[in-house]
């Protein structure tokens, strides 16, 4: 029996926000280029996040290793975008006292009906 070589596609689909999410998870390739380039193993990456298969985080982290530019421009844009929406959030509602109004929540009675 010959060994069959045939082109996989690509375990990465775009979702309506415009992230690349890796084969049918909710886990971004943002997360896979992180942890590898942070030194994790794919191995160590399905563990951190069972619901990947191990031969899609092998794929797209051959993917970052061919195309490391291209990944990395798209990784920039992502975090413009999220520094943009957090700053248009923080605008709208300001969390600087969150904490306090958290912890004074916490320090009330509590009311138990009697």
Do not use: C
């Amino acid at each position: 029996m010959a060994l069959s070589i045939a082109p996989q596609p690509l375990p990465l689909k775009r979702d309506v926000d415009g992230a690349m999410r890796v084969g049918s998870t909710q886990v971004t390739l943002d997360t896979v280029v992180a942890a590898f380039s942070e030194g994790a193993t794919a191995e160590e990456i399905i563990y951190q996040y069972p619901s990947l298969q191990l031969a899609d985080v092998y794929a797209v982290i051959g993917y970052y290793l061919r195309r490391r530019s291209e990944v990395e421009d798209y990784l920039r844009r992502r975090e413009r975008q999220a520094d943009k929406i957090r700053q248009q959030n923080e605008s709208r509602w300001d969390p600087s006292d969150i904490r306090d109004r958290l912890l004074a929540r916490r320090m009330r009675p509590k009311h138990t009906g009697d």
